[in-house]
Antibody, heavy 116, light 110 residues
Framework: EVQLVESGGGLVQRGGSLRLSCAAS????????MTWVRQAPGKGLEWVAN????????YYVDSVEGRFTISRDNAKNSLYLQMNSLRVEDTAMYYC?????????WGQGTLVTVSS | QSALTQPPSASGSPGQSVTISCTGT?????????VSWYQHHPGKAPKLMIY???KRPSGVPDRFSGSKSGNTASLTVSGLQAEDEADYYC??????????FGGGTKLTVL
């Protein structure tokens, strides 16, 4: 079964850092672009970042550029999102998903709450 | 990177058809055939329903169909069923390796 499981969310103060992880199973992880998408409370989905199969290309939404870093470890079938200088507006459910132009499947998400 | 425009809500009775629109610009929806649609039941993982404007992943009922005209994409759900009640989001490639999502549409089955 193709599966993505996120972890690493939690409560953090403004200006703090968190590292999210996404464990992939059931498919050849190294063959796919991977993406992070978030959903703030009561809001819609927002594309955050994506990364090429070999990690050689990474792209970010403007609002996280310079603060967040997407990475992957193909040997561990894992995707990461290092989040620094967190802002209250970064509070959201963070989902990892397979694919670049469209995403399938998605994980269940991990909740990040940034307090002021 | 402006969000795509979707109606906040849509509704229909069981068996009816409903269409959800997704309006962007020539820089995203109108410029690329990389429009996708996602079904999201709260508390669950979003699910891909349509990709590349009109394609349906295996396992998605053929009651779901996609289309595009100019800068507006549409998702049509035919033969509405109770389990179709969910939030639906469109997404498009926006060039320069960026993606954009719509604000979401809450579909209610009356």
């Amino acid at each position: 079964e193709v599966q993505l499981v996120e972890s690493g969310g939690g409560l953090v103060q403004r200006g703090g850092s968190l590292r999210l992880s996404c464990a992939a199973s059931g498919f050849s992880f190294a063959n796919f672009w991977m993406t992070w998408v978030r959903q703030a409370p009561g809001k819609g989905l927002e594309w955050v970042a994506n990364i090429k199969q070999d990690g050689g290309e990474k792209y970010y939404v403007d609002s996280v550029e310079g603060r967040f870093t997407i990475s992957r470890d193909n040997a561990k079938n894992s995707l990461y999102l290092q989040m620094n200088s967190l802002r209250v507006e970064d509070t959201a459910m963070y989902y990892c998903a397979r694919g670049k132009y469209d995403n399938d499947p998605w994980g269940q998400g991990t909740l990040v709450t940034v307090s002021s | 990177q402006s969000a795509l425009t979707q109606p906040p809500s849509a509704s229909g009775s069981p068996g009816q058809s409903v269409t959800i629109s997704c309006t962007g610009t020539s820089s995203d929806v109108g410029g690329y055939n990389y429009v996708s649609w996602y079904q999201h039941h709260p508390g669950k993982a979003p699910k891909l329903m349509i990709y590349e404007v009109i394609k349906r992943p295996s396992g998605v009922p053929d009651r779901f169909s996609g289309s595009k005209s100019g800068n507006t994409a549409s998702l049509t759900v035919s033969g509405l069923q109770a389990e179709d009640e969910a939030d639906y989001y469109c997404s498009s490639y926006a060039g320069s390796n960026e993606r954009v999502f719509g604000g979401g549409t809450k579909l209610t089955v009356l």
